[in-house]
């Protein structure tokens, strides 16, 4: 029985179709989640480096006072720490930039004689909570 060339090149059309659509699609969802990964990963460099900046302004502040000036900061609640250097207590808001908060808890050890400061930065990632937090011991050096 001789083929129906027609019906064939519509089969073909039809796969080929199929093929390119499978192969356009997973292209699509390839580059999606490459860049979504990439902003998490910017975001993430940039609230360490946040952190960081709140450690060493943290340390500025031991610098700067007497010794039990800077443990009197153990107050037992967060601090927010804004882009300007200013610590100010209760709940934290966005406060640097549009994206990012950043607080300091203060926890004095007076057993070993040091004060344990915790920098967080925190955002919002696609509706998920994001955070970064570093830790550090500061003593009297003075």
């Known amino acids: ?10 089969l073909e059309i ?15 969802v390839g580059t999606t989640v490459s860049l979504r990964t990439s902003q998490y990963g910017e975001r993430r460099s940039r609230a360490i ?22 443990i009197a900061y153990d107050t037992g609640t967060v601090t927010c720490l804004g882009s ?12 640097i930039g549009t994206l990012y908060t950043r607080s300091v808890s203060f926890n004095w050890n007076s057993v070993d004689n040091r004060m344990e400061v ?10 998920r ?3 970064v937090t570093l830790d550090t011991y500061f003593t009297q050096w003075r």
Request: hydrophobic share 45%.
């Open 1 to 10: 029985y001789p083929m129906n060339k027609s019906g064939q090149s519509l």
């Open 14 to 28: 039809i796969v080929a179709t199929g093929v390119a659509v499978l192969l356009i699609g997973g292209l699509v």
């Open 49 to 70: 480096k946040y952190a960081q900046e709140g450690i060493e302004l943290t340390r500025n502040l031991r610098d700067e006072f007497p010794w039990d000036a800077f």
């Open 84 to 95: 300007d250097g200013s610590y100010v207590a209760g709940p934290c808001i966005v406060n």
């Open 118 to 127: 915790t920098v967080a930065v925190s955002w919002n990632e696609a509706g």
């Open 129 to 131: 909570a994001q955070d």
